[in-house]
């Protein structure tokens, strides 16, 4: 499914903007990534998108997994979504009731039932979208690594986000509610912290870019010495796009400023 028609189909609904969308869209597609994971997917729009481009690709899954207590407020939900452009067969929808890294936990175990000391990876591309918080994404991390294949990507969103950054629109960012962090847990942007000091450390990891404009933050499975690691910063908008962000972060704000 092409992608401008997703993009009219669920246009205005929160959480991904254009730039994402279509890089995220057209990477699935360039690098011929059919085995895909989502961990966050709020209301399910980056989901349409990566579900249109295994369409593209003439097939694949993507297994998106958030918390079950996400779903008071994810109106329209992912099902909706994915009726909507025609796509559900793509996806496989988890909600766990402490989150994805419980997922994770069982997926590892099954994976890992034939040769206990080898967990047989499975995804060819993870996107790491969740609560942006260092106990939960530093863990998902090393988990998501388990179930990446060599070669596989890993991205992770809000890079540059912070609890301080979010303070101007609620008091609590999924469950953890901000004043009872210390004042560095509060405003140091927690996922980049995972990225510099974890993922970018990792031995099995390389080939890093961090879109400094659109905080997302990707790298590869690899086995590249560490001599030949790089790290690429790079601007994804044009002047057009910075508009167009500006409107979306003010109606992302509003949601979630009716989401409580």
């Known amino acids: 499914m092409k992608f401008s028609e997703v993009e009219r189909l669920v246009k205005g609904i929160p959480f991904i903007d254009r730039v994402n969308a279509e890089a995220l869209y057209s990477f699935i597609i360039g690098q011929n990534l059919k085995d895909c994971l989502e961990l966050g997917f709020a209301h399910g729009v980056a ?10 690709l003439g097939g694949g899954r993507l297994v998106s997994v958030d918390i079950e207590s996400a779903r008071e407020w994810q109106k329209p939900s ?3 979504l994915l009726q909507r452009v025609g796509l559900p067969q793509y996806v496989e929808i988890h909600r766990e009731r402490t989150g994805y ?19 047989e990876p499975i995804f060819d591309l993870c996107i790491i ?15 998501v690594d388990k179930l990446l294949k060599p070669g596989g990507w ?40 995972i990225f510099n000091l974890l993922v970018m450390q990792h031995p099995d990891y390389s080939n890093f ?7 997302w933050a990707w790298a590869q499975k690899t086995d590249a010495p560490l001599s030949t690691k790089r790290v690429s910063y790079e601007l994804s908008y044009s002047s057009r796009d910075y508009l167009s962000r500006a409107l979306h972060k003010a109606r992302l ?3 979630r400023q009716r989401a409580g």
């Open 101 to 119: 890294n419980w997922y994770l936990q069982k997926l590892i175990a099954q994976r890992s039932e034939n040769d206990l000391n080898i967990c």
């Open 47 to 56: 989901s349409c998108f990566m579900a249109a481009a295994l369409d593209e």
């Open 209 to 215: 870019r961090i879109q400094e404009d659109s905080g």
């Open 129 to 143: 979208d969740g609560p942006k918080n260092w106990t939960i994404d530093s863990s998902a991390f090393f988990l």
């Open 253 to 255: 704000a509003l949601t």
């Open 154 to 193: 890993i991205i992770f969103d809000d890079y540059y986000w912070s609890y301080a950054s979010a303070d101007r629109t609620r008091d609590a960012t999924d469950g953890i509610v901000h004043r009872d962090l210390s004042d560095s847990e509060r405003t140091t942007p927690h996922i980049r912290q």
């Open 78 to 80: 992912i099902e909706e």
